[in-house]
């Protein structure tokens, strides 16, 4: 299934949804994710995406590389800035520390970033156990910010868009994509 065709069928099926509750007293539920669609079609309309993960994970590196899609539903798209050391793969449980920098989604127009936010120039980088969802404190950061390391080394740094599906737990219900560059590290021993 091509962009085009799939972009169609979600469109169609958040429409299926407008009759779900209201997360807000103006819109829709379904009206949120229709808007966040949006959103992220706008930003990725900008880039080369590529719609799957190559199966022997060799990504395209670079500011040029394409945005790979990471799931069935178009949750998340990454782009490879840096792959990292070869074999400096996550173990689960493990102690990671991140720093991200972040943009929102719905003010990037005319190929344009909005003014960003994040812990990219702080001493305190943020952190979560990896694959560790039971603990509030690495669940709270959702599941797109861990998700590049399943397919890449520690020492990677990524571009990644994420939906608010698979983002912070306390932005779940706002319904705002954000585009992340991240970039993570063991700690120092």
């Not at 949006?38 to 880039?47: I, K, P, R, W």
Request: aromatic fraction near 12%; hydrophobic fraction near 40%.
């Amino acid at each position: 299934m091509n962009l085009k065709h799939f972009l169609v069928c979600v469109g169609a099926g958040l429409l299926l949804l407008a009759g779900l509750g209201s997360c807000s007293d103006d819109k829709t539920y379904a009206e949120l994710l229709i808007e966040e669609a949006h959103y992220v079609n706008a930003f990725l309309a900008d880039q080369r995406v590529v719609n799957y993960v190559p199966e022997d994970t060799v990504f395209e590196i670079g500011p040029n590389a394409p945005y790979y899609r990471l799931d069935e539903d178009g949750t998340m798209y990454m782009q490879v800035l840096n792959a990292g050391t070869k074999g400096n793969m996550a173990k689960s449980d493990e102690l990671l520390y991140f720093r991200y920098t972040r943009w929102a989604l719905e003010y990037y127009q005319d190929g344009e970033l909005p003014a960003s936010a994040g812990n990219n120039q702080s001493l305190n980088p943020a952190w979560f156990r990896f694959q560790n969802l039971s603990l509030a404190s690495s669940a709270q950061w959702g599941t797109g910010i861990q998700y590049p390391l399943q397919l890449l080394p520690v020492d990677c740094e990524v571009n990644i868009v994420i939906k608010a599906a698979y983002g912070p737990t306390k932005e779940l219900s706002e319904v705002k994509p954000f585009l992340y560059r991240l970039t993570y590290q063991r700690p120092l021993i």
